[in-house]
C-alpha cells in the first residue's frame, strides 16, 4: 500500500479481554514503532523493531503487552487482560532506514483507538 | 532523561497572523530535533526537522523552526496562518546517547484558526 495501514481504526474491548492490534508497515522498510498515545498526550514509545528483531521493548508498559514481527513485515501488539487503563491510541510507523528515525522519516499509520470499558 | 516541553497546549490565531508554537527541550546534547502535525482522524506527519547544520530549518506548507542552542528551543513559527493549519503540532526529540531509534514527544499543541 501507499502508506502505513492499521486495523481496527476503532476497537472496544471489555476489561480482562485480550486484544490484537495489526500494523502493515510501508514494504520495504526495514524499521517499525509502536507508539501509545493517550487523551491530551504526546505518543509514548513503545516498541522497536529492526526487520523481525526486537530491539527496544523498553518501553512496554508491563508483560501484558507484547509485539511481534515474525517474517520482518507485518506487526502485531498484543494487550492481555486489557484494563481501563490501556484506553489509547496506539500509533504504527515504519521508516526505510535501519538507523530508526534518526536520518530518515518515520511514516505513522491512523492508528487504533481502543477503548476499555 | 530527556524531556520535551511544549508551551501552551492550545493557541488560537486569526488567518492570517503569526503562527507561534513554543518547544524547549532538556539535554545536555543538542539531540535531532522534529515537528509532526496531525490532522483530525489522519497519521502523524512530519513538518520538518533539525539534524545538523544551518539552525533555520524550513518545512512544508511554509513553515519554519530555528534551533537555539543556548535556549534550548525550537519554536515553529509560519507567517501567515491560514484555515488548513487547523491541527495538533507535536515537538519530538531523538536523543543522540542510547536511544536513538525513539521518537520523545511533546504534549502538543492544538492550533486553531478563526477567520
Known amino acids: 500500500g501507499a502508506g502505513v495501514s492499521q486495523s481496527p481504526r476503532y476497537k472496544v474491548a471489555k476489561r480482562g479481554q485480550d486484544v490484537a492490534l495489526r500494523c502493515d508497515p510501508i514494504?520495504?522498510?526495514?524499521?517499525l514503532f509502536w507508539y501509545q498515545q493517550a487523551l491530551g498526550q504526546g505518543p509514548e514509545f513503545l516498541t522497536y523493531?529492526?526487520?523481525?528483531?526486537?530491539?527496544?521493548k523498553s518501553g512496554l508498559p508491563s508483560d501484558r503487552f507484547f509485539a511481534e514481527r515474525p517474517e520482518g513485515s507485518v506487526s502485531t501488539l498484543k494487550i492481555q487482560r486489557t484494563q481501563q487503563e490501556d484506553s489509547a491510541v496506539y500509533l504504527c510507523?515504519?521508516?526505510?532506514?535501519?538507523?530508526?528515525?534518526?536520518?530518515?522519516?518515520?511514516?505513522f499509520g491512523q492508528g487504533t483507538r481502543l477503548t476499555v470499558v | 532523561a530527556q524531556s520535551v516541553t511544549q508551551l501552551g497546549s492550545h493557541v488560537s490565531v486569526s488567518e492570517g497572523a503569526l503562527v507561534l508554537l513554543r518547544c524547549n527541550y532538556s539535554?545536555?546534547?543538542?539531540?535531532?530535533l522534529f515537528w509532526y502535525v496531525q490532522y483530525p482522524n489522519q497519521g502523524l506527519q512530519l513538518l520538518l526537522k533539525y539534524t545538523t547544520g544551518a539552525t533555520l530549518v524550513k518545512g512544508i506548507n511554509g513553515f519554519e523552526a530555528e534551533f537555539k542552542k543556548s535556549e534550548t528551543s525550537f519554536h515553529l513559527t509560519k507567517p501567515s496562518a491560514h484555515m488548513s493549519d487547523a491541527a495538533e503540532y507535536f515537538c519530538?526529540?531523538?536523543?543522540?546517547?542510547?536511544?536513538?531509534?525513539?521518537?520523545?514527544f511533546g504534549a502538543g499543541t492544538r492550533l486553531a484558526v478563526h477567520p
Open positions: 523493531f529492526q526487520n523481525e528483531a526486537q530491539l527496544d
Open positions: 514494504s520495504g522498510h526495514v524499521s
Open positions: 510507523a515504519s521508516s526505510p532506514s535501519t538507523h530508526g528515525t534518526l536520518n530518515t522519516e518515520a511514516f
Open positions: 519530538a526529540v531523538v536523543p543522540l546517547s542510547g536511544g536513538y531509534n525513539k521518537l520523545i
Open positions: 539535554s545536555s546534547v543538542p539531540p535531532y
